[in-house]
C-alpha cells in the first residue's frame, strides 16, 4: 500500500512529461449566413459524427480579466467563462488562454497556450470576488463538428443586451455571418498536428478560408 | 459520499504523534477495521498582493479521496466562496503568481492510514504544518447518509466508541448550520480548512 502523492507532485510530473494539453492550434474564419448550410453540409460529409450528426450548442461566454488598479500596470490576466445555457446541469468552463502567436510564414496554424477546465457555478462569483472585471460577454450557438482529434465549430455569436432582465426575448446577432474556428487542444511541441489543420482546412475551400487571423491587425480595422 | 465530521484528537504530554496514531490504530482495529490505503488533504493559502486592493486570501485543498478535484475557498472581508475545478486549476494559480502569492510557510497538510468499517471510513491524519509536527485529525464518515442532521448522532455515538471522552459532543462548528442541508465533497473541505487554521495558530503542538 503506497501513500497518495501530493496533488502538486504529480502536476509536476505531469508537466515533466508533456502530457498536459496546454497549447491550442487555431485557424479561423467566417462564413455569410445564406452559406451557412452548405459549408454545414460539407462538414457532415468529412467529420467523424456521420451517423450522429452535428452537436449543437448554445453557450454563454464571459470574458473576465484580473489586472492590478493600479495605471498602465502590465499585469493583465485574461480568463473565460463558458456555460451551456442548452444544459444547465452540465459543470461550467474555465478557460485560460495566453498570447495568439502566429509565428513565421510556415507556420499553418496560430498557437495559444490554453489551460482549460470543467468548474463548479460559483466560477463568476468567485473570479468577481477575486478581483477580475468582465470585458465583455456573449452568447454563442451553432454546431460542433469532430474530426480525429480536431474540432470544427460553426457558430453565430449574439450580443447580450437585455438578455438578464428579459431572458426570454430574443437575442441580437453581431454580424450577417457565422464564425468558423478550427482547433485541437495538444500538448506543446506536437506541431505535426498543424499540418493536419492545414490540410483539412484546404478542403473547406472555397466555402470558408480558414486562416491564422492577425488580431493586431483587426484592432487597426477598428 | 457521505456525511463527515473532522476532530483534532488532543495529544496527552505522555505521547508523540506515533504512538498516538498507533493507540488509535489498536482501538479501530479491535472494533473490526480494516485498512484500505492512505490519505493526504493538503492546503495551501495564497494572499493578493496590494496592487490588487483589498486584501483576499485564496485556500487550495486537495483531498485524496476526490484526486481529480481542486478545492479552492476563497475568503474576502466579509464574504466565503468555494470553488471545485479539475486538476488544472493548480496551473493557473501558477498564472496568478503576479497576483497571489503563497505564503510558504503555512502549508499544512494530514496524511496516514484510511480504514473501513462497515457502513464507516474512518482516517487517522498525522498533521503538519510546514513539515512541523501540530497534531492528529480523525476523519470519520458514514457513507450510507448524506443529511448530517440525520446521522448525527449515530456518528457522536461511533467516534466516542473509539475516541472516548475526547469525542466532541457537539457537531463541528462548519456543520451546525448546515444540518439538514444535503452534504457534499466541499464541506469535508471547509472543515479541514477550520481546522488548519487553528493548527497554523497554535504555537506548538495542540493538544
Not at chain 1, 67 to 88: H, K
Not at chain 2, 10 to 28: A, D, H, V, Y
Not at chain 2, 168 to 174: E, F, K, M, N, R
Amino acid at each position: 500500500m503506497t501513500s497518495p502523492g501530493s496533488a502538486v507532485d504529480s502536476l509536476s510530473a505531469a508537466i515533466k512529461c508533456n502530457i498536459i494539453p496546454n497549447q491550442e492550434y487555431l485557424l479561423q474564419g467566417s462564413v455569410l449566413d445564406q452559406y451557412v448550410e452548405v459549408l454545414l453540409h460539407r462538414l457532415r460529409g468529412l467529420c467523424d459524427n456521420v451517423d450522429s450528426g452535428p452537436e449543437s450548442f448554445n453557450d454563454h461566454e464571459l470574458c473576465f480579466t484580473l489586472r492590478g488598479n493600479t495605471p498602465n500596470s502590465s499585469m493583465v490576466l485574461p480568463l473565460r467563462v463558458r456555460r451551456a445555457l442548452d444544459v444547465p446541469d452540465a459543470p461550467w468552463q474555465l478557460r485560460y488562454v495566453g498570447q495568439h502567436e502566429l509565428g513565421d510564414k510556415n507556420r499553418p496554424t496560430a498557437v495559444r497556450s490554453s489551460i482549460d477546465m470543467a468548474c463548479s457555478s460559483t466560477i463568476v462569483e468567485f473570479l468577481t470576488e477575486l478581483g477580475c472585471r468582465v470585458d465583455f460577454e456573449y452568447i454563442a450557438r451553432g454546431y460542433m463538428f469532430r474530426k480525429g482529434r480536431m474540432k470544427i465549430t460553426v457558430s453565430k455569436i449574439f450580443k447580450m443586451g437585455s438578455m438578464a432582465s428579459k431572458p426570454n426575448e430574443s437575442v441580437e446577432p453581431i454580424s450577417q455571418s457565422y464564425l468558423v474556428e478550427l482547433s485541437v487542444l495538444a500538448p506543446s511541441g506536437q506541431d505535426a498536428i498543424a499540418e493536419d489543420m492545414r490540410i483539412f482546412a484546404e478542403q473547406l475551400k472555397p466555402l470558408v478560408q480558414l486562416e491564422k487571423i492577425d488580431y493586431k491587425r483587426l484592432a487597426h480595422i477598428q | 459520499m457521505g456525511v463527515t465530521v473532522v476532530q483534532n484528537f488532543p495529544i496527552t504530554e505522555n505521547r508523540t504523534g506515533p504512538s498516538t496514531i498507533e493507540l488509535l490504530t489498536k482501538r479501530i482495529s479491535a472494533l473490526g477495521a480494516i485498512q484500505q490505503g492512505h490519505f493526504l488533504v493538503d492546503c495551501e493559502t495564497y494572499t493578493s498582493v496590494p496592487q490588487l486592493g483589498n486584501p483576499r486570501t485564496v485556500h487550495i485543498l486537495h483531498n485524496s479521496e476526490q484526486p481529480a478535484t481542486v478545492f479552492s475557498i476563497l475568503e474576502t472581508e466579509n464574504k466565503t466562496i468555494p470553488l471545485a475545478t479539475d486538476g488544472l486549476f493548480d496551473l493557473l494559480m501558477i498564472k496568478m503568481a503576479n497576483f497571489y502569492t503563497s505564503k510558504k510557510q503555512t502549508k499544512a497538510e494530514s496524511k496516514g492510514p484510511r480504514y473501513e468499517i462497515g457502513d464507516f471510513l474512518v482516517k487517522l491524519g498525522t498533521v503538519t504544518v510546514s513539515q512541523n509536527f501540530k497534531g492528529v485529525l480523525v476523519e470519520v464518515e458514514y457513507r450510507p447518509c448524506v443529511v448530517p442532521a440525520m446521522c448525527w448522532e449515530l456518528m457522536r455515538e461511533f467516534l466516542q466508541g473509539f475516541l472516548g471522552s475526547t469525542a466532541q459532543s457537539a457537531p463541528p462548528l462548519y456543520l451546525q448550520n448546515r444540518m439538514q442541508d444535503i452534504y457534499s465533497p466541499i464541506d469535508t473541505i471547509h472543515q479541514y480548512l477550520e481546522q488548519f487554521t487553528i493548527y497554523r495558530k497554535a504555537p506548538g503542538l495542540r493538544t
